[in-house]
């Protein structure tokens, strides 16, 4: 006895001290694995020469775009026509009856005082540029004698550029450009212009108690609808576009997850265990869920936009094959859980085999099934967006091509304030009905 | 008495037919609203997308049948264009490992700062978990499309846009496993003067450092998913090389082919691992 004691002793202290060393090498192995993994990631995505590669003027533009706008004042140098527009955009156009206060234009001529306390004046072929703190730049432009400019160009701050065909001035308030074709001055104003109303609508320019509650603005229409019309048909914005394209995007994860769903039911009692009638039939399901979940999005999307062209009809699809496949393989472990006594039961009372799974399994798998698929219905809200930028549906799509063309940074960022604002009201609005529908709160 | 008791059987009988009708009455009528909103929707998304679902049906297997019959023409070429795309493959499986353990690490950390007995700050749990919410809701594309427009193509900007999204998917489900465990050895830990890093990695590790990583582990999956499909916007790996091999179309379908067995070959294989180790670690080395 006092033998067999000790000798198991022997053996639990063997085993504790092989168990501590095996505990210490991983301890430190573990560590060092990843430190080693991220030092080879290091060359083999060439973290160095990012550097050289980052555009930090893009990152600026892009952030400086996201909470301000520029306004062109814009003299054509050939024909003499001054121009004031948002964004150099023939949409975003004023005409004489509604120019922003800060600039007023005359004959061939036009003044802007700037935030700063600085005033550029163009008048014809001279432009003076009073800066604060620094003096007048007065520059002239001739097609005899290209660009002048009253300084010493030997001795000029790096915010000044100057060459004979072209000046450039950068302050904080504006930027001025002044090539023998035309004098452009970028104005920075803060916030998103004409976000609400487009110049031509009679509606820019008042605030929402005058729209509200003010006198009739344009004799034919009631104010409501009239604002509400041109805020819709925004045309720099295309609030109604935007509004569809999210709109498609939900309705993609919407068909998507609950078409999968749907097919994915069946076949799951096929691939179940304990419900397949033969070895052959449940292998058959889960390699097909198994093909359906290996060629992922990605590859349904591009087999089915061959097919169907794009648009949401085919995002929906390509969500609904991968999502078969993932609910198929749930839905059928789920059954495989399934309490059998249940069925028992209600085949106890003669119930035929189609009233045995109505009234014995159904009722047991209906909140697991019903919280997986309304999970995957928020996370397919993200995966409609990913897939409409490939196929070209939804709001994915609106933001690729704002980003393609590069300029409308502030529309990018709208978006991407939509598409966050989207996936989480997803997200609260599946944990709402998964709470209402499961534990009936 | 007897003449009683059948009576209220039958009014109870009554009762509970008239309350299974209503219920079975109200469920038909979701039922049926639900069946109307997917049609509908079906009806919509048909004709917003520039081919309709019935005109596009006989033609679904027309581009792999395409894609196949080119391939198997040129099937002399194939394992030489299987290895070609290999070096796009393991960047795409770099991209997603990478991510899955930055992701994980910052997971672990803002998941410890918002639970319940582990948060320093008590105060702050509230702050990171809309942290966590706004991070999980940033789908991948967009960062991704912003950080190319600034750092150029490649691995990282994908590298960072998956790993962004991890914090936030992982830092949920680790907070959910931290809630769950033990604080004793916490406390333990605690009244002998450990401070709060060392708390957390003697205490808390050890107790759910398995659930961590069998949630890191799905999500390496889904990553890989994701990295693959970043690939196809601009961000390298061998979803690059899928959208330059399509785009160019006839001719170049062969290399699509290799490219699309690749790809399925290994979303299988880390599908299956995935799920062998988790099912392992769940009902242990038997099951």
Redesign the interface.
């Known amino acids: 006895m006092s033998l067999a004691t000790a000798s198991s002793s022997v053996d639990m202290r063997a085993t504790a001290t092989a168990l501590i060393a095996r505990k210490r090498l991983l301890t430190f192995a573990v560590p060092l694995a ?1 430190l080693a ?2 030092v080879y ?1 290091f060359f ?4 160095l020469g ?1 550097r050289e ?4 003027d ?2 600026i533009a ?1 952030v400086s775009d996201t909470y301000s706008y520029k306004t062109h004042v814009e003299r054509n140098n050939r024909r003499g026509e001054i121009e004031v527009a948002v964004e150099g955009e023939r949409k975003g156009t004023y005409d004489a009856t509604n120019y922003p206060s800060w600039v007023t234009v005359g004959e061939d001529a036009a003044t802007i005082r700037l935030d700063d306390g600085g005033t550029i004046e163009i008048n014809g072929d001279i432009v003076r540029f009073e800066v604060p703190g620094f003096g007048l730049i007065e520059a002239t432009q001739s097609r005899a004698d290209g660009v002048t400019i009253n300084l010493d160009t030997s001795d000029l701050p790096d915010w000044i550029s100057y060459s004979n065909t072209r000046l450039s001035v950068t302050t904080k308030a504006a930027r001025l450009s002044l090539t023998k074709a035309r004098t452009e001055v970028f104005v920075y104003e803060f916030g998103w212009e004409l976000f609400w109303f487009t110049l031509e609508s009679p509606y820019y320019g008042h605030s929402f108690s005058e729209i509200a509650f003010g006198d009739r603005i344009d004799p034919t229409r009631s104010n409501l609808a009239g604002a509400w019309q041109d805020f819709w048909t925004n045309a720099i914005w295309r609030h109604g576009d935007v509004a569809w394209a999210l709109f ?1 995007t939900v ?2 994860a ?2 998507g997850t ?2 999968a769903a749907i097919i994915a039911l069946p076949l799951a009692f096929l691939a179940a265990r304990n419900f397949a009638p033969l070895v052959a039939i449940r292998m058959a399901a889960r390699r097909l869920f ?1 093909f359906l ?7 349904w999307t ?3 936009s ?9 995002g ?1 699809l390509a969500i609904l094959f991968t999502d078969t496949g993932s609910f198929g393989k749930l839905f059928s472990e789920a059954l495989e859980n399934v309490d059998s006594k249940q069925i028992e039961g209600v085949a106890s009372t003669g119930a035929k085999p189609l009233q045995r799974y109505r009234f014995g399994v159904i009722p047991q798998i209906v909140p697991v099934l019903l919280s997986q698929v309304l999970y995957f219905l928020e996370s397919n809200t ?1 995966s409609a ?2 897939i409409g ?2 196929t ?2 939804g709001i ?1 799509l609106l ?2 091509q704002a ?1 393609i063309t ?1 300029k409308d940074w502030e529309e ?1 960022s709208y978006y ?1 304030i939509l ?2 604002l989207l ?2 009201a997803m ?1 609260s609005f599946s944990g709402w009905l998964r709470r209402k529908l499961i534990k009936g709160e | 008495m007897a003449d009683l008791t059948a009576a209220s059987l039958d009014v109870t009988r009554a009762h509970y037919m008239a309350l299974t009708r209503q219920r079975r009455l109200y469920g038909g009528i979701m039922l049926l609203v639900f069946v109307l909103l997917l049609a509908a929707g079906f009806g919509i998304a048909n004709e917003r997308n520039a081919g309709g679902f019935l005109p596009g049906l006989p033609h679904i297997f027309d581009f792999p049948a395409d894609v196949v019959a080119e391939a198997w023409e040129k099937r002399a070429n194939l394992p030489g264009h299987l290895i070609d795309a290999l070096p796009a493959l393991i960047e795409t499986i770099n991209i997603a490992a990478v991510a899955t353990l930055t992701g994980a690490l910052g997971a672990i950390i803002l998941s410890m700062l918002s639970t319940h007995g582990l948060a320093p700050w008590p105060r702050l749990i509230p702050v990171f978990r809309r942290m966590m919410d706004l991070m999980r809701a940033m789908p991948e594309i967009v960062i991704a499309l912003v950080l190319i427009f600034i750092l150029g193509g490649g691995p990282v900007p994908a590298a960072i846009a998956i790993a962004f999204h991890t914090v936030g998917a992982l830092g949920k489900l680790f907070s959910e496993v931290n809630e769950n465990a033990d604080l004793k050895p916490l406390e333990g830990l605690a009244s002998v003067g450990a401070t709060w890093p060392q708390r957390m990695l003697l205490g808390l590790v050890p107790q759910v450092a398995p659930n961590w990583f069998s949630y890191a582990l799905l999500r390496f999956e889904i990553n890989i998913r994701a990295s693959a499909i970043l690939g196809f916007v601009g961000a390298g790996g061998i979803g690059y090389e899928l959208k330059n091999a399509i785009s160019w179309g006839q001719g170049k379908f062969d290399e699509a082919a290799a490219v699309f067995i690749l790809l399925f070959l290994t979303i299988v294989f880390f599908d299956q691992l995935s799920s062998y180790v988790r099912n392992r670690m769940t009902y242990g080395a038997t099951k």
């Open positions: 990843i993994y991220f990631i083999a995505f060439d973290i990012l590669r980052a555009r930090l893009n990152a892009l498609e309705l993609m919407f068909l609950f078409g198994d979940r290996g060629v992922d999005g990605l590859i591009i087999l089915l061959r097919a169907f062209g794009p648009g949401p009809m085919t929906a993200r967006t990913i930028a490939i070209g549906g994915g933001l690729t980003m590069q990018v991407i598409i966050v996936v989480m997200d």
